[in-house]
C-alpha cells in the first residue's frame, strides 16, 4: 500500500518536474565523430536532448544513400543524447564527396532536395549535418 | 415455447439470436460484458528467454506478461487475444524518474511496463468470454535499432514462445504459474492478435512464422494499431484490421496503412476481408496508458509534441477548434473498435459487422466519437466483391477491371496515379507524409483515379459488358475516396452523384453525401506532416437504385454536378453483397405412422463451396439432452402427442472466413396412437449377459435409450444407445439389473446381471 501511494504521488507531481524529455525533434544534433571499426564505419551524431526512444526510424542520409542501423544513448550525468549509425565500410566507400547529410526521424523515402527544403524550411525530425567527404573518417 | 439449450447449444443459438436483427440498430462493442474479470501476472525472468535462430536476436528476452480472464472459467475453453507492445523506453531511473533503453533495467532502475498499457482493452474483452494475454518485448526494444530487420523476427518469435507457454499452460504443463487454473480453458486455435506500432509489424511476422511452423496456433484475426511497416510484408489469409491516427507525431506517415492496400489485390487466392480505420483525433501514444503523460510514473509523452507546438491547428490538443481526443475519447475509441473486430472475427458475433463494413458510420456511442471523427473503410472478400475498376495500372483509364470501356466528359484532369512506378503522384507534389497511400521511393503505393472538375456536367464513367450486367446479386455499390488537397485547396466538404444506367436507358441516381462524410477538406497546416491524404470508403446500397433493372446495369457514372469545383481520388471501385452469402436452412419431416416417432431429412442448401453444420432443437424439452442433434438427418421420438415447434439451425462456414447462422422452424403436431403398441415393438436383444465391462444391444435405433434400474428402483445409467457396444461404469457392481430400453414404440424390459 506505501509502494502505491508512493507511485501515486509521483505521477501527481511529474507535470511539474523537469526531467530530460525524449523525442523534441526540434532539437538541434550535430555530427560528433566517424569512426572506423573494422567493416564497419560508425557515424556518431550528439543531441542536447535524449533522441526519441519510439517507434520510427531515425534515417542517415548521405546523398540518395539511407542508412538505419543505429544504437542511442542518453548519458544523465553529461546531458548529452548520441545516435550511433553502424554503416558497412563497403558502402561507405561507395559514398560520393559532395552529397549532402542529413538526419531525419521518420522521413526514409524522401528525396535529397526534399531533405533539402526540410531543413531550409526548419522542418521538425530533420537535421542538415553539412557535405560528405571521405575525409571525414579521420574526424 | 420456451427453449432450453444446454451448453454450447444455447451459446449458438444465441450467438444466432443476435445476428439477425442486427441490422436495426447495431450493437455497441464497447461495453462491458456480463463475465467478472481478473488479472494475473507471470514474471519468468528478464533474461529468461534465449529465443531460436530465427529470431535473428543476439540477446536473451524476457518471459513477462499479463493475462485478463473471466473469473469464472467453468464455460471454457475460450478464445485467446494477445496484445504485443511497440518500442518505447524499457526503463526509468527510481530517483530522477529519467526513462531510457536499457535491457536488463541495472541497480537503481525500474522496467516500463508498456505491456500493461492495454488492460482496459483486455479488460472490455475479457469480460465477454475472452482470455486476453499482453507481453513485454522490452529486451526487443532495447536493442532493436541496431537490427537490420528492426527487431521485427524476434517479435514474431518472441510470441510465438508465450503461444507455447500458454500451449502448455493450458494442457499438461502445471508446473507454471497459473498450477492447472487455465487446463482446458484456452482455445488455441482461435487467436486474434493486436500489435501497436513496431508491434503491428511484429503480429505479422508473427502470423508468418506461425504459418512457416505448420500453424501450430489458429491465428484468425489481427489489428495492427498504428503500425510501422518497415519490411512490406504483406498479409494474407487471415482478416486484418489496420488503425491509423491523423495526429500520429511517431509513425507520422501513417505507413501502416500498406498492410491494407498492399493485400489486396496481390493474392488471387486470398479471401481474407480487410479494414482500414482513421481517427481523426488521435495520436500515436496515448492508445496505450503506460505511454500516456501523467497516467504512468515515467516516460509518458504525447508523440504530436515530439514535432510540433500544443497550439498547432488540429492535432494541437489546445489549438482553436482542435481536433484532438483527450486521453480518455482516444482510449474509449479504440476500445468500442478493436472489440468490434475481434467478436466478429473471432467470437463470429455479426451483429458488429454494420460497423465494420460501414452499413452503420454511425460511432457506437461507447466510442464517444462524432460521425465525422472516425471512417472506416474495408476491402471485402473475393468471395463478395465484383471488382468494376481497381484502379490499378494506366490502363485503368480507358478498361477497367471487367474489361469494360472507362470514359470521361470534359474533366479538367483525369489520371491514375499516385502508385509512383510510371504513374504520377496525383498532382501531390508534397512530402510522404502527406499521402501516405502514395508509393515513394523505391516502394510501391496505390494507383487511384484521380479526378478534377469545374462544371456540372462532366462526368467519369465506367461501362460494364454483359456478362457482368447482373448486378442484383450483389446489394452495395462502393470505392474508397479522398478529397485531393492539392487541387481542392478549400470550402466546404465535396459531393457528387452516383448514376446507375441499365441497358434500356432508365437510370438511377444516389447523392454520395447522403452516404458518407469521406469527401472532408483534411485539416492541418504543417507542411511535411498534414495534411494527410487518405482514402475512405463510400458504400450506396444498390437497393436505393430503384427504377432501373438491377439486372442490366450497363453503365455506373460519376456525374460531378454537386459541387461547383472539386478533386478527388478514387480507389477500389466494386459491387459488393453480404457477408453472410446465400445459404437456405429447410427440412422435411415425416412421422412414422401411429408413433410419436418423427424422421427428419435436411434439404437446406450451401453457398457454393461453404460448408454447412447442424443444430436441431425438437421442441420438447422435457426430453432434456435428447432434445437436441447435431445429425444431419436426426430421428426423434416425442414422449406424448402433441403440437411441437421443431427448428434446424444451420451454421455456415463460409469461404470468405465468416460464420453464419440461419434458421428454420416448423410446427410438428403428433397424432394420438392407436392400436396396440406392443406388436410394434422391435425385436431387442441385450448380450452378453451376464455382462462384465461392457453390454451390446441389439436391434434397437440410435435415438432409442437405454436406462439401467438397480434392484432399489434406481436409476444408475441412462445412455443413448448411439452404437451396439455400450461400456459400463466400473462403479456398478456384480448384481441384479433392470435394462429399459425406451423406442419410439414403447419400453421393452430386461433382466441384466452384472458380474465383476
Not at chain 2, 496508458?289 to 516516460?299: F, L
Not at chain 2, 477500389?572 to 446465400?582: E, I, K, R
Request: hydrophobic share 35%; net charge neutral.
Amino acid at each position: 500500500m506505501k509502494n502505491r501511494t508512493f507511485i501515486i504521488i509521483l505521477v501527481a507531481l511529474l507535470g511539474s518536474c523537469t526531467l530530460p524529455v525524449y523525442g523534441q525533434k526540434t532539437a538541434s544534433a550535430s555530427l560528433a565523430a566517424v569512426i572506423e571499426k573494422g567493416n564497419t564505419v560508425e557515424f556518431t551524431l550528439t543531441s542536447s536532448r535524449p533522441f526519441v526512444f519510439g517507434n520510427n526510424r531515425y534515417v542517415l542520409h548521405i546523398g540518395d544513400k539511407v542508412f538505419f542501423r543505429n544504437r542511442q544513448s542518453y548519458d544523465e550525468t553529461t546531458l548529452v543524447g548520441s545516435l550511433t549509425f553502424m554503416v558497412d565500410k563497403n558502402d561507405f566507400n561507395a559514398l560520393q564527396n559532395g552529397k549532402g547529410i542529413y538526419l531525419t526521424y521518420g522521413y526514409a523515402e524522401e528525396t535529397e532536395q526534399a531533405l533539402e527544403e526540410f531543413t531550409k524550411n526548419k522542418f521538425p525530425g530533420s537535421w542538415s549535418l553539412g557535405k560528405f567527404s571521405k575525409d571525414i573518417l579521420s574526424k | 415455447m420456451k427453449i432450453i439449450l444446454p451448453g454450447f447449444f444455447l451459446v449458438l443459438l444465441l450467438t444466432f439470436l443476435s445476428v439477425f436483427p442486427a441490422i436495426a440498430q447495431v450493437p455497441d462493442p464497447g461495453l462491458l460484458g456480463t463475465h467478472t474479470v481478473i488479472k494475473a501476472e507471470y514474471n519468468l525472468g528478464d533474461t529468461s528467454y534465449l529465443p531460436p535462430a530465427a529470431a535473428m536476436f543476439p540477446k536473451k528476452m524476457e518471459e513477462i506478461g499479463s493475462v485478463h480472464y473471466p473469473s469464472d472459467l467453468s464455460s471454457g475453453p475460450f478464445p485467446v487475444i494477445l496484445f504485443l507492445h511497440g518500442r518505447h523506453s524499457t526503463c526509468y531511473n527510481l530517483t530522477t524518474l529519467s526513462d531510457n533503453g536499457n535491457w536488463p533495467c541495472p541497480a537503481g532502475q525500474a522496467p516500463i511496463t508498456s505491456y500493461e498499457g492495454y488492460d482496459y482493452l483486455a479488460n472490455t474483452m475479457a469480460s465477454h468470454g475472452y482470455i486476453v494475454i499482453s507481453i513485454s518485448a522490452n529486451a526487443i526494444n532495447a536493442i532493436d535499432g541496431s537490427l537490420s530487420d528492426y527487431g521485427m523476427n524476434a517479435r514474431g518469435v518472441l510470441v510465438q514462445h508465450h503461444l507455447d507457454l500458454w500451449k502448455g499452460w493450458s494442457t499438461t504443463d502445471t508446473s507454471g504459474p497459473f498450477h492447472s487454473l487455465f487446463v482446458g480453458k484456452l482455445n488455441m486455435q482461435n487467436i486474434g492478435t493486436m500489435g501497436h506500432s513496431r508491434g503491428g509489424e511484429g503480429v505479422v511476422f508473427n502470423a508468418e512464422y506461425n504459418a512457416s511452423l505448420g500453424s501450430p496456433y489458429g491465428i484468425k484475426a489481427i489489428f495492427t494499431l498504428a503500425p510501422v511497416d518497415f519490411l512490406r510484408h504483406v498479409l494474407y489469409g487471415i482478416p486484418l484490421c489496420d488503425l491509423s491516427p491523423y495526429c500520429d507525431g511517431d509513425v507520422n506517415d501513417l505507413q501502416g496503412v500498406h498492410f491494407y492496400d498492399d493485400a489486396r489485390y496481390s493474392d488471387t487466392a486470398d479471401a481474407a476481408p480487410k479494414h482500414h480505420i482513421l481517427m481523426m483525433g488521435a495520436d500515436h501514444d496515448l492508445f496505450n496508458t503506460v505511454w500516456t503523460p501523467g497516467s504512468y510514473i515515467a516516460g509518458g509523452f504525447d508523440d504530436w509534441l515530439y514535432s510540433y507546438s500544443n497550439t498547432a491547428t488540429w492535432c494541437g490538443a489546445g489549438a482553436s477548434g482542435t481536433g484532438r481526443f483527450d486521453t480518455t475519447v482516444q482510449k474509449a475509441a479504440l476500445n468500442a473498435y478493436l472489440p468490434a473486430f475481434f467478436r466478429v472475427y473471432i467470437g463470429h458475433e455479426n451483429q458488429f459487422v454494420p460497423i465494420l463494413f460501414t452499413d452503420s458510420i454511425a460511432p457506437p456511442a461507447s466510442s464517444m466519437l462524432d460521425t465525422g471523427q472516425v471512417y472506416v473503410s474495408f476491402h471485402a472478400s473475393k468471395y463478395n466483391r465484383l471488382d468494376l475498376n481497381r484502379t490499378d495500372s494506366l490502363d485503368r483509364m480507358t478498361t477497367n477491371t471487367v474489361a469494360g470501356t472507362v470514359t470521361e466528359s470534359g474533366l479538367v484532369s483525369s489520371q491514375v496515379c499516385g502508385n509512383y512506378l510510371m504513374e504520377p503522384d496525383c498532382g501531390i507534389t508534397t512530402y510522404k507524409a502527406m499521402k501516405p497511400h502514395n508509393g515513394g521511393a523505391g516502394t510501391l503505393g496505390v494507383s487511384m483515379m484521380g479526378m478534377q472538375w469545374n462544371d456540372s456536367v462532366q462526368y467519369y464513367m465506367n461501362t460494364i459488358p454483359a456478362a457482368y450486367q447482373n448486378i442484383s446479386v450483389y446489394t452495395d455499390i462502393n470505392f474508397r475516396v479522398s478529397v485531393n488537397f492539392k487541387q481542392q485547396t478549400t470550402g466546404p466538404n465535396l459531393n457528387f452523384t452516383v448514376e446507375l444506367i441499365d441497358s434500356v436507358g432508365d437510370s438511377s441516381r444516389q447523392v454520395v453525401a447522403n452516404y458518407t462524410n469521406a469527401l472532408f477538406h483534411q485539416p492541418g497546416t504543417q507542411t511535411g506532416d498534414l495534411p494527410k491524404m487518405m482514402l475512405n470508403t463510400v458504400k450506396i446500397p444498390l437497393s436505393k437504385f430503384t427504377g432501373i433493372n438491377l439486372a442490366k446495369v450497363r453503365k455506373v457514372k460519376f456525374l460531378f454536378n454537386k459541387s461547383d469545383t472539386g478533386s478527388i481520388l478514387v480507389s477500389d471501385l466494386a459491387f459488393t453483397n453480404p457477408v453472410c452469402g446465400t445459404f437456405t436452412p429447410a427440412y422435411k419431416d415425416s412421422i412414422v405412422h401411429n408413433t410419436y416417432k418423427v424422421i427428419f431429412t435436411n434439404t437446406s442448401i450451401a453457398g457454393n463451396g461453404d460448408s454447412l453444420r447442424y443444430l436441431w432443437n425438437f421442441g420438447q424439452p422435457g426430453s432434456g439432452v435428447y432434445d437436441t442433434s447435431t445429425l444431419t438427418n436426426p430421428i426423434h421420438t416425442y414422449s406424448a402427442a402433441g403440437t411441437y415447434t421443431a427448428c434446424l439451425y444451420v451454421t455456415s462456414y463460409q469461404k470468405n472466413d465468416f460464420i453464419c447462422v440461419d434458421s428454420a422452424c416448423k410446427t410438428i403436431v403428433i397424432p394420438t396412437r392407436t392400436g396396440v403398441p406392443s406388436l410394434q415393438l422391435p425385436q431387442i436383444s441385450i448380450y452378453p449377459n451376464p455382462a462384465k465391462n461392457y453390454l451390446m444391444v441389439n436391434g434397437a435405433e440410435p435415438t432409442d435409450v437405454l436406462t439401467v434400474f438397480n434392484l432399489y428402483g434406481q436409476v444408475v445409467l441412462k445412455t443413448t444407445i448411439t452404437g451396439q457396444t455400450l461400456p459400463l461404469p466400473e462403479s456398478l457392481p456384480s448384481g441384479v439389473y433392470s435394462a429399459v430400453i425406451t423406442t419410439g414404440f414403447g419400453k421393452v424390459v430386461k433382466k441384466l446381471v452384472i458380474e465383476r
